[in-house]
């Protein structure tokens, strides 16, 4: 180990994060200046080495060039990974990391997949056994993670108490559907009467009516009484969900059928729903 390399390896760790000096003289509370001459062979002083590690998401052994397979505290180590991310690049990082679960899960090495995807043409993946499975989309057209261990009570997990088939006729409904798509294009605090779904969905009063009422019974849109001109106006406001963007997700999935596919692993021998 030499600690005259750790200079070094702290400009190699900036570069791949894609950050400045400056940004790495901030988090540390040290001047640019500092940060350029560890860079060009200085030293940072001891108390400093946690918060450089932690700004990299990597452990002070990996800032002197140890290289020491530790999984005791992996747990902190992706969080701190996460953590030390902008909020702007978070999602992404995290994504990479998912992708690194995916590719590790059958022992496999790790296959970097930045700036390999394309924008149009949805590379997919999967790994699926009797344990669970796990389905990601890969291009930057819909990038997306899921990963389902196998649950034990199927019945109780996707079938008591729940209606699948009201559920998909009454989101079947083109107007109910329309709503849904418009509701997640605006602001989602900004209200609305039935009169704005009249205008924009070109429907009548009754069927504006019906639509709010199934946008209530799933508990999607809160509603406010408004006192106008002496009367009562109710102002409805929606409650956002990603589930709603998780099922576009996988609809679309069904009916433009996986084709491509970056990884994919299918041991899997028994029904999904047994």
């Known amino acids: 180990m030499d600690i005259k390399s750790i200079g070094n390896i ?35 002083d001891t108390e400093l080495l946690p918060k450089i590690a932690d700004y990299f998401g990597v452990s002070i052994d990996t800032l002197f060039g140890r290289n020491i397979t530790d999984y005791s505290d992996i747990e902190n180590a992706l969080a701190k990974k996460v953590w030390a991310t902008t909020w702007e690049e978070r999602f992404n990082t995290a994504f990479e990391l998912c992708w690194i679960i995916q590719t590790a899960h059958n022992g496999d090495s790790i296959k970097k997949i ?10 997919y993946s999967t790994v699926d056994d009797d344990s669970g499975f796990t ?21 109780l997990a996707f079938f008591e108490g729940i209606d699948y088939v009201v559920f998909f006729k009454d989101f079947s409904d083109k107007a109910v559907f329309d709503t849904m798509i ?17 205008k924009n969905l070109k429907i009548e009063t009754e069927k504006a009516t019906e639509v709010i009422n199934i946008l209530k019974k799933y508990n999607l849109i809160n509603t406010t009484q408004l006192e106008m001109d002496d009367t009562t106006q109710e102002i409805y406001t929606y409650r956002p969900t990603p589930s709603f963007v998780a099922l576009l997700i996988f609809a ?10 970056r990884f994919c692993t299918n041991n899997r021998t028994k029904p999904y729903l047994s």
């Open 10 to 44: 702290i400009a190699k760790l900036r570069k791949e994060k894609g950050s400045t000096q400056e940004e790495l003289a901030k988090y540390t509370q040290v001047s640019t200046q500092a940060v350029s001459k560890w860079e060009n062979g200085g030293i940072p």
């Open 114 to 123: 930045q700036g390999e995807l394309g924008d149009t043409c949805q590379i």
């Open 135 to 155: 389905l990601m989309g890969l291009s930057r057209r819909l990038p997306y993670f899921l990963i389902a261990p196998e649950c034990k009570d199927k019945n």
């Open 182 to 198: 418009l509701l997640n294009k605006r602001e989602q605090d900004k209200g609305f009467t039935p009169n704005w779904l009249i």
């Open 252 to 261: 679309r999935e069904m009916i433009d059928r996986p084709t491509s596919w």
